[in-house]
């Protein structure tokens, strides 16, 4: 974990955290072996916030598309934060237990549950788990009506691993989410769902647990799949090629 200053008002920020695979090429002078050099994938999109991303991603910013985006997020929060204060209202979820869930298993997941390569949504969902959503269904895992996991066989609901999935079933066809209305602020607990650039469509393609708001109301995201605890909405955006906005649900 990584300590992060406090920001220009001297408020406290979350500390940060990731798991991030790199390869590094190993060189013998003499009798020791050096680190020659330190490389990670350049498809990897989803850098953690002290690794810059590649020239070619940087060149295609250079039009000030991310310091727009982040303008208007800036100005979106402080909106959000001047609506009503932050507190720690529910629909139905424990928003402390989710958010526990989420610190806890970000890097060391829970053995008690299957890890799959795109573990966002499983891992959403296990939070979710752990805030009082009770499963329902047990019959159809290709329904979006149903949300279960079957910890005796090697099957779950897509809503459960899937980011699509999980929005249509918590958002249209539960009610287990209601939209983070605007000019709503954001809450620890909160669930958000974001779309790609790169992906040519209209559905969620990831999902992370908010685990904190900082005082401007600056929300940060914990996840999987690359693992990061506390990860900026600025690196989010950075990192990602997100279109527009991302949507942020009550539980």
């Not at 008690?112 to 009770?134: E, H």
Request: proline share 4%; aromatic share 12%; hydrophobic share 40%.
């Amino acid at each position: 974990m990584m300590q992060r200053t406090a920001d220009s008002s001297g408020q406290a920020r979350p500390d940060y955290g990731y798991v991030f695979h790199a390869t590094a090429v190993l060189q013998k002078e003499g009798g020791s072996w050096l680190i020659a050099s330190v490389s990670h994938d350049a498809a990897n999109t989803d850098l953690p916030e002290t690794v810059l991303p590649s020239q070619a991603v940087l060149a295609a910013r250079a039009d000030g598309s991310i310091e727009k985006m982040l303008n208007k997020q800036k100005a979106d929060v402080a909106l959000r934060k001047s609506a009503r204060s932050m507190g720690t209202q529910s629909l139905g979820a424990n928003r402390a237990a989710v958010v526990d869930y989420a610190m806890k298993y970000w890097q060391q997941h829970n053995p008690a549950y299957r890890s799959i390569p795109d573990n966002c949504t499983n891992f959403v969902s296990q939070a979710l788990s752990a805030g009082g959503w009770s499963q329902t269904g047990g019959l159809v895992y290709t329904s979006n009506s149903e949300w279960w996991y079957n910890g005796l066989l090697p099957v779950q609901t897509y809503t459960w691993v899937n980011a699509e999935d999980l929005y249509q079933f918590g958002f249209f066809n539960s009610n287990r989410f209601v939209m983070n209305q605007y000019p709503e602020p954001y809450l620890a607990g909160d669930i958000a769902f974001f779309q790609w650039h790169t992906e040519l469509s209209d559905k969620m393609d990831h999902a992370a647990v908010l685990t904190f708001v900082d005082a401007s109301g600056m929300p940060y995201f914990t996840e999987n799949t690359n693992d990061h605890v506390n990860k900026s909405v600025v690196a989010m955006m950075a990192g990602y090629e997100i279109t527009g906005n991302w949507e942020a649900f009550d539980i």
